[in-house]
């Protein structure tokens, strides 16, 4: 189909029909919640509302890596927020962000409960907490941070842009995709000369940084996102793809990546997680057998 150019914006835009192609059902020009539902809690001091999708796997592999660590009071209960039913507008989950996005977390570690919502904010607010994943040196700090909001800026050029023109819009259009894919190939071009050069993405040491962006560059050139790997023809930054495998490598983000999860391969999913012993296979088989 050829991008349609008679469209003449309206004075004033009114919302009269359904947007948004396959997310059409939950779009809507305004906030707050609408239908009541309380939120669950379960028994661990950190209590994650989410979705598997990236912006939900940045956290749940900061959590696996933290509890890979040691560090036990990152113990954690991932309740599953389903997106595409509307669960996001619960009022439960709208006390706990306002913008009705996942994920979103409640600190119940200390005497007052602290929300978080906002991926990065998350991670930030997980490795302050903890002190890890987050260099001290000041120029370290400030690099890690630079590609952390890199991240949070880049992508919705991905995903809002490119993802959705190319995948779930009702009908293709050679400008935004066009548009969307030139600027997806600049961000995977500087990052692919920045890990030329570096292990991690901040510099020699694997951060929060890596966190953010690996669900979502790293998926790309893993293939998973979009079906776009060959467009994209992902295989030309191999800094990327030698990066995204040795993330993939590290068994803390292999588990973060199944948390919420509930497309794919049954194997990689696990809609809910109470437990580090949810990840064993009879766990896995029970989640087979419920959808057999």
């Known amino acids: 189909m050829t991008d349609k150019t008679d469209y003449v914006p309206p004075k ?3 919302w009269d029909k359904a947007s948004g192609g396959t997310f059409a059902n939950i779009n809507r020009p305004i906030a707050g919640a609408t ?3 309380a939120l669950p809690i379960g028994k661990h001091p950190l209590q994650l509302y989410s979705l598997g999708t990236p912006n939900g796997q940045k956290v749940t592999i900061m959590l696996e890596e933290l509890l890979a660590l040691g560090v036990a009071g990152a113990e954690y209960d991932a309740w599953l927020i389903k997106i595409s039913d509307g669960d996001q507008f619960g009022s439960g989950f709208v006390e706990v962000n306002p913008n009705s996005k996942i994920p979103a977390l409640m600190d119940r570690s200390g005497p007052t409960p602290i929300r978080i919502f906002e991926s990065g904010a998350i991670l930030m607010h997980l490795a302050e907490k903890f002190g890890a994943f987050l260099p001290a040196e000041p120029a370290a700090r400030a690099e890690t941070f630079s590609w952390l909001f890199w991240q949070m800026g880049s992508a919705p050029f991905l995903g809002g842009g490119f993802g959705h023109f190319y995948a779930y819009a009702p009908a293709k259009f050679e400008y935004p995709i066009n548009r969307y894919a030139m600027e997806v190939k600049r961000q995977l071009d500087v990052l ?5 050069d570096n292990e991690f993405i901040s510099g020699k040491d694997y951060s929060i940084a890596d966190m953010a962006i ?8 893993k293939g998973w996102q979009y079906g776009a790997a060959e467009f994209l023809s992902v295989q030309g930054y191999s800094n990327v793809m030698r990066w995204a495998d040795q993330l993939l490598a590290r068994p803390a983000v292999a ?3 199944k948390v919420n999860r509930t497309s794919g391969d049954l194997s990689g999913q696990l809609h809910e997680r109470h437990d580090a012993g949810d990840f064993d296979t009879r766990t896995q088989d029970k989640l087979v057998e419920a959808k057999t």
């Not at 692919?192 to 030329?196: F, G």
């Not at 690996?214 to 050139?221: I, K, M, Q, T």
């Open 214 to 221: 690996w669900p979502w560059y790293g998926g790309l050139v």
């Open 35 to 37: 239908h009541e539902k």
């Open 255 to 257: 588990r973060g990546r």
């Open 12 to 14: 004033v835009w009114t």
């Open 192 to 196: 692919d000369r920045r890990l030329a």
